[in-house]
């Protein structure tokens, strides 16, 4: 970690962290998967579908903007005076079994500096971060490829997750659920989120609602609040998939210990009068699978939740 700086980023570092990410990108194709053009050519949307607001320097720098004034984390690492990574993070209290955490949301590393331990050194400062807010953990839900930096700097796989996709229909509700898309996030409200957790639940909270581009705000979502058959509040979202529109990731806001059926079909009938053909839901396993079983879900990829316990 010898020569590199860490300190916290700002709009103004766009520029940088747009390089450290387009550096892993072998090539710019025409609408995130035609024909390979010059990077140039390519509209700030067909640039985030590459990878996201980070792609593009004008929409990195809109969207940490947003993304501090969220209250959320980011930092940079540099040498000298040159970006060569940036890690963003999330804190977030979800009662158990999840916790008072530091998720780590996004880590990358310039792809002319690997393995010169930027990414540890950005991974022990948000460590450092978490401590002094009396965060218990840092997680994260890494790519496959990054796992073995995870496990060497020390986090160990803790949720295992699967994808399924159930189609969008009607189902008779046990209660209306009432659309408010502009709701705070549900702080120590006895929530976690049980459907959907690609990243914890303050952050796909936060996501759900992110529309930085024309492209993207015209892709329908929502977010609603209901009640269980049991009388259990929960919340519930919905988010068109932009490269396959009549998909939706769905998402669920609901105590540790409620039935998730109810609410599933929920998500489904408010697919289908969105106008979605189909919607992915995220499930922990083992509960997950019986889940699927019950409602003849397909299944589609497995994720995995790593955490590392902080003393």
Known sequence: MRGITIRPAT??????ITAV???????????????????D???PYEQWLHGGPWMNGETCAAYLERWLRAGHLALVA???ETIVG????????????YGCVLHVSLLFVHADYTG?????ALVEAG???ARARGCEALTTQPESEAEPFYRRVGFEPWLWLREWQAPAREHPLPDRPVRDDDAPYPWGSGLALRVGRYQTGRHMWHELAERPLPELAQLPWGRWRARLPGGERVWLGLRAQ???????????WAPPQADLRPAVEMLQTLAARLGFAYVDLLLEEPDGRDLAAALGLEFQTDVTFWRRELK
């Open 78 to 80: 540099l040498r000298g």
């Open 11 to 16: 709009p103004a570092d766009a520029a940088g």
């Open 116 to 120: 010169q331990g930027v990414g540890r």
């Open 242 to 252: 932009p490269l396959a529109p009549s998909q939706a990731d769905g998402f669920v």
């Open 41 to 43: 050519t390519l509209s």
């Open 127 to 129: 460590a450092e971060l």
């Open 86 to 97: 940036e890690a963003e993070f999330v804190e977030d209290d979800e009662p158990w079994p």
């Open 21 to 39: 990410h387009c550096s892993h990108v072998r090539a710019w194709r025409r609408g995130g998967r035609g024909e390979v053009v010059p990077y």
